[in-house]
């Protein structure tokens, strides 16, 4: 009855996971919705206006911080100490977290589709099961994150090796070792792929033979992989409802048949330049207390500022040489506070 119980939690969890992911896209955009077209046309004003100003050079940096900050905010908090649920254990928790963001940087303020918050709401579920094979102490994670005000949702995927689980009655602790993977769904204007790996150490403490109390403390590195589509520049042009005339747009006259538009939505499309991976990291601590099977837990984190860079190939007219320019991620420092409630099997 244990196993029937524990599988049919898992199959109503998963299939939540699943229906979200596969849910239509919507017309109507919301506060946090990404308008990387917005973005571009913030660079490219700039540039008009001094062309001393690298378009591409200042474009590509304002992605590359956008997608740091946005990676961290969608990033999975822990919520779990060092020490697995056991090959018999089963956990499923709700969380709710806020991470605040550089919101008066130009990258967000032009790279959302309003104007955003200094913090951004993520709403999160998991379930945890613990495992005998491959090895002892073996414990897997699945589960998704919504970023409250936005279509954007990540689905969640973990690996967890205690490498050593700690004694109750000994002064030792539990250390593992934490793989975690995420893809984001929810937007078509960008592959937002986010991998991590954490050590962590806890101890848990038995209080009155009625609670438990396990503080937590670790380590994680994250890498963020953003890949840009097609981005259309222009999107409030059609370019199948213009008129070929050059000196203006018809909207009312369809094109010809044969013919193309010659309008300013010609040749307006682009795509952000593939970058090196985004490396982030961030330091965590938190309290899980259980009382019976409910557990209630407590984190922060802080992910230090961006420093990671890439390199940019372009042509310099000037001097009729190719050149490379540094794409670094000067993000800056966040912060991450965050609660779940769940019950342990």
């Known amino acids: 009855m244990k196993y029937l119980r524990n599988g049919m939690i898992l199959g109503v969890v998963m299939c939540v996971v699943g229906l979200v992911s596969v849910r239509p896209a919507h017309a109507q955009t919301y506060r946090n919705d990404l308008d990387l077209s917005k973005l571009y046309r913030h660079y490219a004003a700039i540039s008009a206006a001094d062309p001393l100003q690298n378009l591409r050079l200042n474009a590509n940096t304002g992605f590359r911080n956008l997608m740091s900050q946005l990676g961290m905010a969608l990033a999975p908090q822990f919520h779990s100490p060092a020490e697995t649920t056991g090959y018999n254990g089963f956990a499923f928790a709700a969380k709710y977290g806020a991470t605040t963001i550089d919101n008066d940087a130009e990258y967000w303020v032009n790279g959302l589709d309003r104007a955003p918050d200094p913090a951004m709401h993520?709403?999160?579920?998991?379930i945890r099961k613990g495992l005998w094979f491959p090895v002892p102490s073996f414990e897997l994670g699945a589960g998704f994150t919504h970023l409250v005000g936005s279509h954007l949702f990540s689905l969640n995927a973990s690996a967890k090796l205690a490498l050593h689980e700690g004694f109750l009655h000994w002064a030792t602790?539990?250390?593992?070792?934490?793989?975690?993977?995420?893809?984001?769904?929810g937007t078509s204007q960008v592959d937002l792929t986010i991998i991590g790996v954490d050590v962590s150490m806890s101890k848990s403490f038995g209080v009155g033979g009625t609670f438990n109390f396990t503080p937590y403390v670790g380590y994680n590195a994250l890498w963020i992989y953003a890949d840009s589509q097609v981005i259309d520049t222009t999107p409030n042009i059609d370019s199948l409802q213009c008129s070929v005339d050059p000196g203006g747009c018809n909207f009312n006259t369809p094109i010809p048949p044969g013919q193309f538009c010659t309008d300013g939505d010609c040749g307006s499309n682009y795509v952000f330049d593939d970058q090196d991976a985004i490396l982030r990291h961030r330091i965590f601590l938190g309290l899980r207390i259980i009382y019976y099977r409910l557990s209630l837990t407590f984190e922060a984190s802080w992910s230090l500022p961006g420093n990671s860079k890439d390199e940019?190939?372009?042509f310099d007219p000037a001097s009729s040489q190719w050149v490379t320019e540094q794409l670094k991620d000067d993000s800056k420092f966040q912060q991450t506070y965050s609660v779940s409630l769940g019950w342990d099997y």
Not at 122 to 126: D, S
């Open 312 to 314: 940019l190939l372009q």
């Open 122 to 126: 993520t709403l999160a579920m998991e």
């Open 173 to 185: 602790p539990a250390l593992a070792v934490r793989f975690t993977g995420q893809r984001v769904v």
